[in-house]
């Protein structure tokens, strides 16, 4: 069985699918629904008159309503009762009913942590197993699956083992692993460590925190980054590379921006870390981290060697020129 090849896509992205990105994906996961007084809104989403376009060039492909996004709340209130759950579970399935849709992603970001400004209790903990589990037994047969932050607080704020038997499969953020956080410059989302950096912070160790959390390797999914993180007044030392820098690693330009604008271009040079198997922009002064077609690639070749489940990326819209997908479908035999 091929590994899954998955996009993020908002309004934008969904419009902009091409019939070569839909038959190269297994899946899109449409972002995103929230929650409004407990219960499923798609007030965000406009995309439906597109989705029949898609399913024409790929039958096969599978179209999951994605719920939640950073600063999205309403999970913790939401999942504290069994009344609440089932509720829930069931405007999931009526929106998958009218829609046509193949299942549900839950994108809570995070149990157990208000950092988004969310609401948040100790008792998400076993809530979160709690709902996953409604989900699966409302849904049936159809997609359940969850994207979940790369770090070690994530593991343990959750029982990953539990709602992994619940799940299809778990989408890993292996991005922004170093944000606005950080004044540290370096990949935010690298798949190995750049020699030096001991922050543990890479797609490897994400795929182990949770494999040893009790998720199966099939069942893990890694990400991709089709933005970048961009660090300012970074000192020269290693062009930049692990340096502490006088800015966190707030967002920096999209991929289309960054071949526009910044990729060997107006002072910027592109340089390769052969550790870390990622790359990443210096100016003397700035420094930005990205993926691009040959780290994708790696990251396909891992995953398809640690018998992982397959990879996906935020976000469709930031690649107007379609070779990021294009490589990881060439690795991955769905080109």
Not at 2 to 29: C, F, Q, V, W
Request: glycine share 12%.
């Amino acid at each position: 069985m091929k590994p899954l090849l998955i996009a993020y896509a908002g309004n934008k992205g969904i419009r902009m699918m091409t019939r070569e990105d839909a038959r190269r994906l297994s899946h899109i996961n449409l972002a995103f629904g929230v929650l409004e007084d407990g219960l499923l809104s798609l007030k965000h989403l406009n995309i439906w008159d597109e989705l029949p376009r898609i399913r024409g060039w790929n039958p096969e492909i599978k179209c999951v309503l994605s719920v939640g996004g950073w600063g999205a709340g309403g999970f913790s209130q939401m999942a504290k009762t069994s009344g609440g759950r089932r509720a829930f579970a069931i405007s999931c399935q009526k929106a998958m009913d009218a829609h046509g849709l193949d299942g549900i992603d839950i994108d809570w970001e995070y149990p157990c942590s208000s950092s988004a400004g969310i609401d948040a209790s100790p008792d998400d903990k076993e809530n979160f197993t709690r709902l996953m589990h409604e989900l699966r037994a409302a849904l049936g047969g159809r997609i359940v699956s969850i994207a979940a932050g790369a770090g070690g607080d994530y593991v343990r704020n959750t029982q990953m083992d539990l709602v992994s038997e619940a799940c299809d499969y778990i989408q890993l953020m292996t991005y922004d692993m170093r944000a606005g956080d950080t004044h540290q410059a370096g990949h935010h989302t690298g798949l190995y460590a750049s020699m030096g950096d001991e922050s543990g912070m890479t797609v490897q160790r994400a795929a182990a925190l949770f494999h040893q959390a009790g998720v199966p390797k099939h069942k893990l999914v890694i990400g991709g980054a089709f933005y970048s993180r961009r660090w300012e007044g970074v000192p020269k030392t290693r062009k930049g590379l692990l340096q502490q820098s006088e800015s966190t690693g707030n967002y920096g330009p999209d991929y289309d921006t960054l071949l526009m604008d910044y990729i060997d271009k107006n002072g910027w040079t592109r340089y390769w870390d052969q550790d870390a198997q990622a790359p990443f922009l210096f100016n003397g002064r700035s420094f930005i981290s990205y993926d691009d077609q040959q780290s994708l690639t790696q990251k396909c070749r891992y995953l398809k060697d640690e018998g992982l489940g397959g990879i996906m990326y935020w976000e469709h819209s930031s690649d107007s020129t379609h070779t990021l997908l294009a490589a990881m479908a060439g690795e991955l035999g769905r080109g």
